[in-house]
């Protein structure tokens, strides 16, 4: 994980309009811009799948590669932490009550997310799965 | 944020539009607490974000459904704001020009309804974004590539009606758009192209009505409410091959663009080609005060350090060529040998092959990321930017006078030179991006203060802006003056024509209906 951060962070000093750097190999797509299928039903429904509801909905940002697990990752490595704390589904400091209140406040780069974003009972789900802290 | 109410409307009639509206979508995508009014707030707005206030958002999930609520919305005359995802950020995110308006968030219909790899094109619903449709394509394996803008967190759709632009052979988002479906101020129904005759295979493929052709009339528009759309993708080429050139002095841009705009215009060069300037490839680096620790403009000397520390040019040309290989060596002797004339040095070359990586951050192979979003974490706090964005000729000169007088302006305000040209074709697209902190009141206050003067100074030089921020919509539409605004004029005469209450947008890119023309040049 720690290898594949450190490639990530490579990765965000290049520009967006940047050369390809010449290393990664051929393959899939890093994780953010590769999310799973979004669970189908009613999006005003309990789920319990709160991973996948995650990765579909916040992925783009917060999966491996996103801006946010980029910026991150920066900031807990300058906490003194590992750079895989940079990545939401590894913390075990957030608690539910935190992450619902960044996900509809929005915090410093991270703007509000509106309920079309994502519904209350997938914030519910997202905020299960990622407030290991209670 | 508090209630502010339309225009004109009791809190009775605005509940009385909401509960209807609830009849239509189901209570729970009727959203009207203070909570749901931040979150369609600008988040990037250059001060309080009261300025711009929805008074709550209504989400359909179909056609029918906007229809519904289009004429609710006439019963009540309560104003609509459409978003397609609201992620329109720099320019008002989902914020509504005028005050109290409910803004349509049709971020719910997000279906792919046609995606063709044969005759290279897709049909999609406004709450498709970027990374949808891209992780749709990739599903299916099939041989087709985007085209994305630096932000690719929005809509496929929202962009490009918007005039959004990127960095490939099919970087004109909006020339993409073939065949519109929109429901009309009055709830009723439009197809455009060959749409308009019903199961006609050709809606998607053929880009022009019988008769007049309206599809661009519904972009950067308050006609109607685009519900889907076809759009012509590029198929996959069978190679690419990038070639990188660092420019080293400012003025260079004047010879970069008389040698590239003529390949572009010949065919020779058939993409977009973006040409940032070197803070551009500064801000993904870490943080302002890592690299300057004074509030002020950087000065020249510490430029010129940080780009020899870097080893960076002052502007950055990173051009893709695409097709067969024998093809694409052949153009790329040709450009070589034309940026030889003035540079010695030899580009850096990346081909690209099927099979090879291809993710990443590429946006000059339509891969779609938020990562340059992080340029607002270079000011640090809440950090914000807002894009001052005038269309230029594409030719040395031209552009060498536009970017002498931005970067005088900019510096006068003591504030950091970042601009980036795009050559599009016959034009440039000259993006002077300015970055602040939403806390920082003093600093937001100087930056409307150098908005003001960036549009004044470049329309007095005879350029205008193709696109800007809700607060700007209308000193912008003043810019385009011929004939005492013969062009605000027609339109309006076609906004009231079509939409007698002013039901949609009122005031998007300055185009007031009468119901609300005396909120025209208001702050909100």
Known sequence: ?134 | MKLHLPPRVSPKAFNAMLTASAGVVGKDWVMASDADRDAYSDVYAPGSAEEWPASAAIAPASVEEVRAIVRLANEHKTPLWPVARGKNLGYGTAAPRLAGSIVLDLGRMNKILELDAKLAYCVVEPGVGFFDLYEAVQREKLPLWLSVPGNAWGSVLGNALEHGIGYTPYGLHARNLCGIEAVLPDGDLVRTGMGAMAGNPSWHLFPMSYGPTFDLAFSQSNLGVVTKAGLWMQPAPESSLELVWDIPQAEDIGWVIDTIAPLKISGLIDQNVFIPSWLGKMVLKGQRKDFWDKPGAIPEWRVQELLKEHKLGYWQVALRLYGEESVVKAKAEIVKAAMKRNLPAEPAEHWWHPGDYIHGVEITMGIPSAVPLQMSDWIGGRGAHMGFSPVVPATGKHVLDQMARGRKIIADFDVDFYASFTIGGRFANNVNMLMYDRDNAEEVAKMRKLFDALIKETAKAGYAEYRTHLGWMDPVMDTFDFNDHALRRFGEKVKNALDPNGVIAPGKQGIWPAAYANARGGQA
Do not use: W
């Not at chain 1, 991150?72 to 009550?97: W, Y």
């Not at chain 1, 619902?100 to 079309?116: D, E, F, I, L």
């Open chain 1, 1 to 134: 994980m720690r290898a594949l951060l450190l490639g990530a962070a490579a990765l965000v000093a290049a520009t967006a309009a940047a050369a390809l750097p010449p290393g990664p190999p051929p393959g899939p797509p890093p994780p953010y811009q590769m999310r799973p299928v979004a669970p189908g039903g009613d999006r005003l429904s309990p789920t319990t799948d709160g991973k996948t509801v995650f990765e579909v909905h916040c992925g783009y940002c917060h999966l491996l590669g996103g801006m946010g697990s980029n910026l991150l990752t920066k900031q807990r490595m300058m906490m003194g932490e590992t750079p895989d704390k940079g990545l939401l589904a590894n913390r075990t400091d957030l608690t539910a009550d935190y992450v619902k209140s960044v996900v509809r406040m929005g915090k410093q780069a991270m703007p509000a997310q509106t309920k079309v974003d994502i519904t209350d009972a997938e914030l519910e789900a997202v905020a299960k799965y990622l407030g290991k802290a209670g």
